[in-house]
C-alpha cells in the first residue's frame, strides 16, 4: 500500500480520502488526496518515498496561492503531473510539475491571452504528452471580464510558449460536419499530436423542387363552371 486513511502526508496534515491516481511506465504514481486541512497533489517516485506537488494554500510566484484541486493528475516518462487549480483571486489555471525540478509552472490562467484576441477563461479535462506538451479543454471569450460576451469552448494544445486551437465549438469537423461539444480527456502523444472525443452535427442542406400551386376556385366560380357545364 502506497498511502492510506490517516497516514500523515509530507508537508503536514493527514491523508483522508484519495482521488484520481495515475502510474507512469516508471512505476511513479501521482494522486490527489483530500487533508484534513484541504486538498493536495502527491507524487511517489517509483520504489520511492511521497512527495508534495503543490497543496492548497501553497504560494508560487507568479500565481499567488492555490486555494482548491480541481482536477486529477496525469504522469507520463518525465514524471510532469499537471493539475487544474482554483487561485484565491477565484480565477482558475492549469498547472505543470516538474518532479526533477519540484518547481509548479503555469501553463494557462484565466484572462491569459489566446494569441488570437481572445482569453482563456475557464479550464476542464487536462491531457499531458511525453515532451511536456499539455492539452486541455476551455472556455475562450473577448473578455472574461464581461458577462454578455459569448463563449467558445473548445480543445487547445500548449507547446512551449505558445498556445493553439485544436478544435472549437461549431468549428468544422470532418465530412462536412461542425463539432458539438467535447467528451472525456484529451490525449497527446509523444509528437505532439492530440486525441479527443466529440459529438458533431452534419450541415447537410435539404433540396427540394418548387412546383405553382393553382389555387382552388372560390364556390362563385365552381357554382359559374356547373351552370355552364349544364347548358
Known amino acids: 500500500m502506497l498511502a492510506g486513511a490517516g497516514d500523515n502526508a509530507p508537508g503536514g496534515?493527514?491523508?483522508?480520502?484519495?482521488?484520481?491516481?495515475?502510474?507512469?511506465?516508471?512505476?511513479?504514481?501521482?494522486?490527489?488526496?483530500?487533508l484534513d486541512d484541504g486538498e493536495g497533489v502527491y507524487v511517489r517516485?517509483?520504489?520511492?518515498?511521497?512527495?508534495?506537488?503543490?497543496?492548497?494554500?501553497?504560494?508560487?510566484?507568479?500565481?499567488?496561492?492555490?486555494?482548491?484541486?480541481?482536477?486529477?493528475?496525469?504522469?507520463?516518462?518525465?514524471?510532469?503531473?499537471r493539475l487544474v487549480a482554483q487561485l484565491d483571486t477565484g480565477s482558475?489555471?492549469?498547472?505543470?510539475?516538474?518532479?526533477a525540478t519540484?518547481?509548479?509552472?503555469?501553463?494557462?490562467?484565466?484572462?491569459?491571452?489566446?494569441?488570437?484576441?481572445?482569453?482563456?477563461?475557464?479550464?476542464?479535462?487536462?491531457?499531458?504528452?511525453?515532451s511536456g506538451a499539455v492539452a486541455f479543454e476551455t472556455v475562450v471569450k473577448t473578455s472574461c471580464a464581461n458577462p454578455l460576451d459569448p463563449e467558445t469552448r473548445g480543445i487547445w494544445e500548449r507547446t512551449g510558449l505558445g498556445f493553439v486551437a485544436v478544435a472549437e465549438?461549431?468549428?468544422?469537423a470532418p465530412n462536412a460536419a461542425l463539432y458539438v461539444n467535447f467528451l472525456?480527456?484529451?490525449d497527446v502523444n509523444v509528437?505532439?499530436?492530440?486525441?479527443?472525443?466529440?459529438?458533431?452535427?452534419?450541415?447537410k442542406r435539404s433540396s427540394c423542387s418548387i412546383r405553382p400551386v393553382r389555387p382552388r376556385p372560390s364556390w362563385s366560380r365552381r357554382v359559374t363552371r356547373l351552370l355552364t357545364l349544364l347548358r
Do not use: M
Request: proline letters at 3%; hydrophobic letters at 35%.
Open 45 to 81: 517516485d517509483g520504489g520511492g518515498g511521497i512527495v508534495k506537488a503543490a497543496k492548497d494554500g501553497d504560494a508560487r510566484a507568479g500565481w499567488r496561492f492555490l486555494r482548491s484541486i480541481l482536477d486529477g493528475i496525469a504522469h507520463q516518462c518525465r514524471r510532469r503531473p
Open 102 to 130: 519540484t518547481l509548479v509552472s503555469v501553463v494557462a490562467r484565466s484572462g491569459d491571452a489566446t494569441g488570437d484576441g481572445r482569453e482563456f477563461c475557464d479550464f476542464f479535462e487536462v491531457g499531458l504528452g511525453a
Open 13 to 34: 496534515s493527514t491523508f483522508k480520502r484519495f482521488r484520481t491516481p495515475s502510474i507512469n511506465d516508471a512505476a511513479d504514481v501521482g494522486f490527489i488526496s483530500d
Open 92 to 99: 482558475r489555471g492549469v498547472f505543470l510539475y516538474d518532479r
Open 184 to 186: 472525456g480527456t484529451p
Open 191 to 203: 509528437a505532439d499530436k492530440v486525441l479527443f472525443r466529440a459529438t458533431r452535427r452534419t450541415n
Open 169 to 172: 465549438e461549431n468549428g468544422a
